[in-house]
């Protein structure tokens, strides 16, 4: 199985990616390790985290023999980010935009790719760029599911994943509209570890379709 493979079964089996976006790398780390913990197989540390890539390498080690979860990184705005996240050993790459540089750096090394859009211009770009899916961002400020709803009429051969902040009561709503996963960050966590368990696992249920 190739490393793109590999994450397309993780996303296929936990339809969520973790997003950890803090100001802490100690806070970070935790936050991960909820992730992880709770079921989630993909985990994405952003740029925006003091360290980013040593914590991802830190999570890659603590891993056995390259199985899930899959970590990868995220805020990956231009090609010497997806540069730096290669060379930290990131199974996937997020962006939030759409950036040709960044595609190809991923393509190179053989990187599952997310590239981040909003309009149908992005989206039908991102996709010719070579993205495995594009993130539809951020969907809520600008119609939520009804949004997706739209440009997936003209634009629905194309893999979505939602994203933009919303939280795990609205995945049901978002899946309706043809989302085939969901990025979602802070909304997951609950007021201590195991209140942000139960949420995880809600979430994950609600990912997949099933009965809560």
């Known amino acids: 199985m190739t490393p793109r493979e590999k994450v397309a079964e993780c996303l296929a089996q936990a339809p969520i990616i973790g997003v950890v976006r803090t100001h802490s790398f100690e806070e970070a780390a935790a936050q991960a ?16 985290v003091p360290r980013a890539t040593e914590l991802v390498r830190q999570l890659l080690a603590g891993r056995a023999n390259g199985a899930p979860p899959c970590i990868g990184m ?9 540069r730096q ?7 996937f790459l997020v962006s939030p935009n759409t950036h040709a540089e960044v595609a190809g750096v991923a393509r190179e090394a053989d990187r ?11 989206i039908a770009a991102g996709h010719q760029l070579g993205a495995d899916i594009v993130k539809v961002f951020p969907l809520p400020t ?11 009429g003209p634009l ?5 994943l939602a994203a933009g902040g919303f939280g ?4 049901p709503a978002y899946r309706a509209a043809g989302a ?18 139960d949420r995880i696992r809600r979430a994950l249920a609600l990912a997949r379709g099933e009965t809560t």
Not at 112 to 122: H, M
Not at 144 to 152: A, E, F, H, I, W
Not at 156 to 160: A, R
Not at 168 to 171: A, G, L, M
């Open 85 to 91: 996240a290669v060379e930290a050993g990131a199974d």
């Open 74 to 82: 995220g805020t990956v705005t231009d090609g010497d980010r997806a």
């Open 142 to 152: 600008v119609g939520g599911p009804d949004y997706l709803t739209r440009v997936r």
């Open 168 to 171: 795990p009561e609205e995945i």
């Open 156 to 160: 629905g051969d194309i893999p979505m």
């Open 33 to 48: 390790e909820i992730f992880i913990s709770s079921g989630l197989l993909m985990v994405e540390i952003t740029f925006t």
């Open 112 to 122: 599952f790719l997310v590239i981040g859009a909003l309009t149908p211009t992005e």
């Open 180 to 197: 085939q996963a969901f990025g979602i960050g802070a909304p997951l966590l609950g007021a201590d570890a195991a209140a942000s368990r």
